[in-house]
């Protein structure tokens, strides 16, 4: 798996989350879930880099407010076309 260091500002942790472990499973979910709302990566995709069950990955998009069923008009189109 790769591994990507990232330098933060002189911040308490205590501001943002309890530990740098903590923080580490923040980004992460924060990245799944922008690429997945971008239509980037799949949900099953976006809840594994979240370390996540795709169930979890579900409940944390509602409770953040992010959509859960992301459409593509163009994959609708083809999808209803195929029938």
Same mark, same amino acid.
Do not use: C
């Given at each position: 798996? /790769?591994?990507?260091?990232?330098?933060? /500002?002189?911040?308490?942790?205590?501001?943002?989350?309890?530990? /740098?472990?903590?923080?580490?499973?923040?980004?992460?979910?924060?990245?799944?879930?922008?690429?997945?709302?971008?239509?980037?990566?799949?949900?099953?995709?976006?809840?594994?880099?979240?370390?996540?069950?795709?169930?979890?990955?579900?409940?944390?998009?509602?409770?953040?407010?992010?959509?859960?069923?992301?459409?593509?008009?163009?994959?609708?189109?083809?999808?209803?076309?195929?029938?």
């Amino acid at each position: 798996m /790769p591994r990507i260091t990232l330098d933060f /500002p002189d911040i308490s942790l205590d501001e943002v989350v309890r530990s /740098p472990q903590g923080l580490a499973n923040e980004v992460r979910l924060a990245a799944a879930m922008h690429w997945y709302s971008r239509g980037r990566i799949s949900q099953g995709k976006a809840a594994e880099i979240a370390g996540l069950s795709r169930a979890d990955f579900i409940d944390e998009l509602n409770r953040r407010k992010v959509e859960v069923m992301q459409v593509n008009l163009k994959d609708l189109k083809d999808e209803l076309d195929r029938g």
